[in-house]
């Protein structure tokens, strides 16, 4: 009894040691004893002696209560205190956790001492004990009930037989409820298997059991045994077996008894000798009308002998696996369907994330792995009347098959454009065309799947299992009807990624080719070369935050002035460059046809307006620079006062009248403000790019770094000094990219 109670309870917990004593209530001295540790029995040498009070069960049997500690490593302090001699810890898995509580007959005598032990600390609780006072609660009736049945034995001997038989059959019934129970619990068929076959040889006392599961094809496998011998995934041809035969003709138990003389044992006789097997009984597993396969209990010494009613009972164990091999099979499928449809998922938001062509065929290759195991596989595009393969993956670099090409008429990816279905190889098994090529000589299997994108097919996604590569299986695996699917769900959103990423990339060519169209123009657009005027040094430089930009400048020769138009464009790239070029050419004309600044942008403004569209703007000055009057007039539409560089090292900004940005409203009149300049004198016109450059931390390079920028190299020549005000703006940007187009112009007086 109290070994069945130690395969009951280990079934529940899993407690490195168990330990259940019993002992005379009065005397304390040990009748019965299970010590089991790492599912090993000790024997126990100290049944017949009293328990020591010193000892953790000595101690529970004393004070009536349960005993807990989390860890005797650190509470050997406690055990002292509490009189209890410490526990002896080996070198190796010492005792951390130990829990125990007593056993306690129904009119309340002591009768033993039930405790559990790890190695790790902290692994029992206050419900730990719990459970240890339930369980030693029926221990307790379950010892006073085997005391009863001992008394009722010497008294009623005759009927002794009968009684154990009783019993056994009352038992057996309770272990195959509880073997359903356990079983109807789990979702695992492996681990249903493994029960299953270790019970029945606890059931039957089989010397071992074996489970063959039928795969299909006539073959099958050993799925599970116990005790191991290591046949487990044997694999097994299942043709003209007469013992299947016999199963799928009768649904009953198979007994044999005589492996020389009985036709049935014909085919696996030597595997059963070799195994040490003389007899044995096969047990068919039905599943909704259908035998998946078989278990086997067998002997090791000589004929097993069952009844009917013991065969009967083989049937019902067998139902109640069947079952739950069944659910077990159900929920697995389930899982498959959710964690595919999970993956299909991600690999359409992976697939999606990239729009380069190159990437975008390497995921394609890299996610469909992770649904459909291969050896194999590889990327064909249409190309005329054939097929060009563009990414493989499974090959070595220097067997890499990229490049090579398949004409559609007569090879089987041909016949997977032309059916615009999946095709299914497997050699030696499967007619269709098939090329006999060196990349594909040691195909076992193939799989094709179209890539379709709009109704348009885009090519074939080869899948291939390959005898003799490095790593590959020894049975290749064949493409089931999941697989093929499952592929072709994957291939229409691979095609679709494919197609996306083919037109996004024609696309960027195509703007790409524009942007740079246009930049050329634009760039066409600035002065060539700076007029040369005498008493006047000029320098210009414009640096577009992208392909194109809104900033533009012009330095206009009046004869002996020269004017110096500045603007700024809202917006970027193409829209902002489109207007920047009918701003520029309508100031450059009225520039010319005018002398006053403010004339000027009143003029320009007019003209802007209706070509301006909404929410946009013209930010502009136009300043007129006069060396032989030694003056400046400017007017500005919104544009960044520009900054003077006195001889003498001062600066000052020139501020002029407030007015809004040119196209905004036909009504504006500009004003304008004068300046008179002296030699060594420097003007520096900017746009908002140069002082609205941020570093990492969105902080702005701001007028008062320029202005103390201007200060100490404004001495500089004026090309020098735009190098230097570039030079220093990048440097506080640390890297950071431009936001904005930046333009500078300086003029000196000499």
Known sequence: MLGEIYRIFVGLTDASVFFLLLCEPDTRVVTSAVFVEEGEWVPVSFVGTPVAASSLSGWILTHREPLLF?????????????????????????????AGVPVVARDGELIGVLSIQDYRAFRYDSQTLDFLNQVASHISLGVQKMRLFSERDRLLASAQAHAEAAERQAHRMELVQRIATVLSARLDQQEILEIAARELVRLFWADHTGTVLITGADQGYVAAEYPETGIVGLQLDLRDNPIIARVNATRRPVVITDFDNDPLAAQSRELWRSLGIESLVIVPLISRERIFGTISLDSYNGPL?????????????????????????????????????????????????????????????????????????????????????????????????RGITLPLEGSAAGEVVRRREPQLYVAGAVEMPWMQLPSSANIHAWLGVPLIARDRVLGVLNIDTRVGLPGTEPRPRVFTDRDLEVARTFGNHAALAIENARLYQESV??????????????????????????????AARCLPARETGGDFYDLI?????????????????????????????????????????WVVLTETNRWLVDDVPSNSFVALSYALVDPDRRQLVLASGGQLSPLLRRADGSTSYLDGPQALPLGMSPEIEYGQIEAALQPGDTL????????????????????????RLVQRWGHLEPTALIDRVLAEVHAFSEGMPTHDDMTVVVVRVE
């Open 70 to 98: 989390y860890d005797l490593v650190e509470q050997r302090g406690e055990l002292t205190r509490r009189g209890i001699e410490p526990v002896a810890l080996g070198p190796e898995n010492p005792v951390r956790s130990w």
């Open 305 to 401: 002998i069952f009844s009917d009613e013991e065969l009967e009972l083989m049937m019902t164990v067998a139902t109640s696996i069947a079952a739950a091999v069944e659910n077990a099979q159900l929920f697995a499928a389930e899982q498959e369907q959710r964690r595919t449809a999970d993956t299909l998922r991600e690999m359409a938001r992976v697939l999606s994330s990239s729009f380069d062509p190159d990437e975008v065929l390497r995921l394609v290759l890299v996610e469909l792995h992770k649904l459909i195991p291969y050896d194999t596989a590889s990327i064909m595009l249409l190309d005329g009347l054939q097929l060009r393969m563009v990414a493989a993956r499974g090959r070595t670099p220097e067997v890499e098959p």
């Open 509 to 538: 060519a195509r703007v790409e080719q524009e942007l740079e169209i246009a930049r050329r123009i634009q760039a066409n657009l600035f002065p060539r070369e700076l007029p040369s005027v005498p008493g006047l040094a000029l």
């Open 557 to 597: 020769d009046l004869g002996s002035r020269v004017g110096v138009i500045v603007g700024d464009v809202s917006g970027k790239s193409l829209p902002a460059a489109m207007l920047m070029a009918v701003a520029r050419s309508t100031s450059r004309s009225e520039a010319r046809n005018h002398e006053t600044p």
């Open 684 to 707: 520096i016109f900017y746009t908002d790019g140069i002082v609205e450059a941020h570093d990492q931390c969105r902080q702005l390079f701001g007028f008062e770094r320029l202005e």
